[in-house]
Protein backbone atom coordinates (compact mmCIF):
# COMPACT_ATOMS: atom_id res chain seq x y z
CA UNK A 1 0.00 0.00 0.00
CA UNK A 2 1.27 3.25 -1.12
CA UNK A 3 1.66 5.98 1.04
CA UNK A 4 -0.62 8.03 -0.28
CA UNK A 5 -3.26 5.19 0.11
CA UNK A 6 -2.30 4.65 3.43
CA UNK A 7 -2.90 8.05 5.08
CA UNK A 8 -6.20 7.54 3.01
CA UNK A 9 -6.98 5.16 5.06
CA UNK A 10 -5.92 7.24 8.47
CA UNK A 11 -8.49 9.60 7.57
CA UNK A 12 -11.36 7.78 7.06
CA UNK A 13 -10.81 6.19 10.25
CA UNK A 14 -10.40 9.18 11.84
CA UNK A 15 -13.55 11.04 9.99
CA UNK A 16 -15.03 7.91 12.00
CA UNK A 17 -14.03 9.02 15.10
CA UNK A 18 -14.81 12.78 14.47
CA UNK A 19 -18.58 11.38 13.09
CA UNK A 20 -19.23 9.62 16.17
CA UNK A 21 -18.67 12.73 18.76
CA UNK A 22 -21.01 14.43 16.35
CA UNK A 23 -23.65 11.63 16.89
CA UNK A 24 -23.25 11.96 20.20
CA UNK A 25 -23.64 15.99 19.95
CA UNK A 26 -26.74 15.21 18.22
CA UNK A 27 -28.43 12.96 20.34
CA UNK A 28 -27.69 15.51 23.63
CA UNK A 29 -28.69 18.13 20.85
CA UNK A 30 -32.57 16.69 20.17
CA UNK A 31 -32.79 16.04 24.02
CA UNK A 32 -32.62 19.59 24.74
CA UNK A 33 -34.44 20.65 21.96
CA UNK A 34 -37.48 18.36 22.31
CA UNK A 35 -37.67 15.43 25.03
CA UNK A 36 -35.66 17.14 28.04
CA UNK A 37 -37.95 17.19 30.30
CA UNK A 38 -38.45 13.07 29.68
CA UNK A 39 -35.06 12.31 28.54
CA UNK A 40 -32.87 14.55 30.89
CA UNK A 41 -31.20 11.57 32.71
CA UNK A 42 -30.01 9.79 29.39
CA UNK A 43 -27.73 13.57 29.43
CA UNK A 44 -24.75 12.58 32.08
CA UNK A 45 -24.22 9.10 30.46
CA UNK A 46 -24.09 10.79 26.79
CA UNK A 47 -22.30 13.34 27.76
CA UNK A 48 -19.63 10.82 29.30
CA UNK A 49 -19.41 8.82 26.11
CA UNK A 50 -18.42 12.45 24.27
CA UNK A 51 -15.50 13.07 26.54
CA UNK A 52 -14.49 9.37 25.91
CA UNK A 53 -15.05 9.77 22.19
CA UNK A 54 -13.47 12.85 21.98
CA UNK A 55 -10.23 11.50 23.76
CA UNK A 56 -10.31 8.85 21.20
CA UNK A 57 -10.27 12.17 18.39
CA UNK A 58 -7.86 13.82 20.30
CA UNK A 59 -5.53 10.78 20.71
CA UNK A 60 -5.52 9.57 17.10
CA UNK A 61 -4.59 12.65 15.66
CA UNK A 62 -2.00 13.01 17.99
CA UNK A 63 -0.36 9.53 16.41
CA UNK A 64 -0.79 11.48 12.82
CA UNK A 65 0.55 14.91 12.21
CA UNK A 66 -0.75 15.52 8.87
CA UNK A 67 -4.33 15.56 10.42
CA UNK A 68 -6.32 18.58 10.61
Given at each position: ??????????????????????EL??????????????????L?????????????????????????
Open positions: MSSNEQEKEIKKEYAGYKRKVVAGEIHDIVEDTIWTDYERLTLSESVQVAMKDVVDFKAKHDFLK
